[in-house]
Nanobody, 117 residues
Framework: QVQLVESGGGLVQPGGSLRLSCTAS????????MGWSRQAPGKERELVAR???????NYADAVKGRCTISSDNAKNSVYLQMDSLKPDDTAVYYC???????????WGQGTQVTVSS
């Protein structure tokens, strides 16, 4: 079955940077779309960034100009470079992938990002 494994989270000071990584396995095909969402305590989960297999990218307004998403299509991997981090960026970040032939989203277990001085 499909599994997504995230890494790269941790504790960083305001203004710092982190790079999150995610690799999907077990799909039997290349991804159609991959991306990242996040959920902070007491808040709804929100989409952070998404990249399509044709290179199209979407960003949430809250992270535009501070985050860059990229992918390695051959590896079914996606990355999120986060710069100028703010305390409001503190959340569990979840990787997701969508595969056309499977017809649904798959989610990782999440990696904690904490931005604090």
């Amino acid at each position: 079955q499909v599994q997504l494994v995230e890494s790269g989270g941790g504790l960083v000071q305001p203004g710092g940077s982190l790079r999150l990584s995610c690799t999907a396995s077990g799909s039997g095909s290349a991804f159609y779309a991959m991306g990242w969402s996040r959920q902070a305590p007491g808040k709804e989960r929100e989409l952070v960034a998404r990249i399509w297999n044709n290179g199209l990218i979407n960003y949430a307004d809250a992270v535009k100009g501070r985050c860059t998403i990229s992918s390695d299509n051959a590896k079914n991997s996606v990355y999120l470079q986060m710069d100028s981090l703010k305390p409001d960026d503190t959340a569990v970040y979840y990787c997701y992938a969508y595969f056309d032939r499977l017809g649904r989203d798959y989610w990782g277990q999440g990696t904690q990002v904490t931005v604090s001085s």
